[in-house]
């Protein structure tokens, strides 16, 4: 089984900056693409930025020149540094890793972190 964990949420004033970090752990043999997605409140689910193995990302258009997705592939994490914060920015933010367990088959499996809650107000 896989694990993906978030931290680094919190309390921020509006202008400011944060830095989430995901880690996945358990039985990996590799990570393909790992990415951040957003739920405010009222609001469906959003993708916030992805990032290949490779280092090729993306980013949702509201976050572009914002936000900043990286990735260790040899620590199994991603960060998302975020700055000039928003209330608008305001929401649960959930990590993802495609993951592949087996060695033998190409196959990798979506797997969600719990969470962490950002906040952005004065």
């Known amino acids: 089984q896989v694990q993906v964990v978030e931290s680094g949420g919190g309390l921020v004033q509006p202008g400011g900056s944060l830095k989430l970090s995901c880690a996945a752990s358990?039985?990996?043999?590799?990570?393909?693409?790992m990415g951040w997605y957003r739920q405010a409140p009222g609001k469906q689910r959003e993708v916030v930025a992805t990032i290949t193995s490779g280092n090729s990302t993306n980013y949702a258009d509201s976050v572009k020149g914002r936000f900043t997705i990286s990735r260790d592939n040899a620590k199994n994490t991603v960060h998302l540094q975020m700055i000039s914060l928003k209330p608008a920015d305001t929401a649960v933010y959930y990590c993802n890793a495609d993951v592949r367990t087996d060695s033998r088959w190409n196959r990798a499996y979506r797997y969600w972190g719990q969470g962490t809650q950002v906040t952005v107000s004065s």
């Open positions: 358990g039985s990996i043999f590799s990570i393909n693409a």
